[in-house]
């Protein structure tokens, strides 16, 4: 049972672009959205968070739009760079550990 | 300002030989988070504590997984007898509290022959 469904599982972008990546939930109790980034061989490091009473947190070129009726959230990376290239975890808690998504490898190519 | 610290960073170990990982969290925090990620998967939740306590330990298979977080020292994740399918990263995320952002470690990669 998957409690966090992110979509796509590999995403290539052009320098410049805009790279969307999507995810679902299903527990209503899950009240923490936070957006991890890893490079290989690496940790994930937090990238941008949001919680359910706004729906939209920019910082930078990430942006978080937030869904709370359709359970959805989405990563957004404006004029997407090669260093953005990078697996990108969604994640959600509750009074719960974090779970996490299966990954979004983002490869941006010049 | 040390972040999580993990060591070692790679650990090589044969079937049926234990393994000992550890954790250092940030200084001050005292909630202490275990995952393991697999090639190509996400992060699996294993095993939560506090000082001293094992909070939720839902994710962690019931034999030869355990883990603990003594008072002082770092926490330590321990896999008696090995088998290949316990390769795998293993990451620690460490928070001042439950409601909090957690901040990972760099891992160790295990890696049973």
């Known amino acids: 049972q998957q409690q966090v469904k992110q979509s796509p599982q590999s995403l290539i972008v052009q320098k410049g672009g805009i790279s969307i990546i999507n995810c679902a939930y299903e527990n209503t109790a899950f009240d923490y959205f936070p957006w991890y980034q890893q490079f290989p061989g690496k940790g994930p490091a937090l990238l941008i968070a949001i919680r359910p009473d706004v729906s939209e947190k920019k910082e930078g070129r990430f942006t978080i739009s937030f869904n709370k009726s359709a359970k959805q959230f989405s990563l957004h990376i404006m004029d997407s760079q090669p260093g953005d290239s990078a697996t990108y975890f969604c994640?959600?808690?509750?009074?719960?550990?974090?779970?996490f998504g299966k990954g979004t490898r983002l490869s941006v190519i010049a | 300002n040390a972040g999580v610290m993990q060591n070692p960073r790679h650990l090589v170990r044969r079937r049926g030989q234990e393994a000992r990982l550890r954790c250092s969290p940030v200084?001050?925090?005292?909630?202490v988070y275990w995952y393991r990620q697999l090639p190509e998967e996400g992060l699996k939740f294993m095993v939560y504590?506090?000082?001293?306590?094992?909070?939720?330990e839902s994710g962690m298979p019931k034999e030869r997984f355990s883990a603990e977080f003594p008072k002082e020292g770092p926490s330590i994740l321990r896999i008696q007898q090995v088998v290949r399918g316990d390769s795998a990263a293993y990451f620690c995320?460490?928070?001042?509290?439950?409601?909090?952002?957690?901040?990972f470690g760099q891992g160790t990669r295990l890696t049973v022959v």
């Open positions: 995320a460490s928070s001042p509290g439950q409601v909090f952002e957690a901040f």
């Open positions: 200084k001050g925090h005292s909630h």
């Open positions: 504590l506090q000082k001293e306590n094992i909070i939720d």
């Open positions: 994640a959600a808690k509750g009074n719960t550990p974090l779970v």
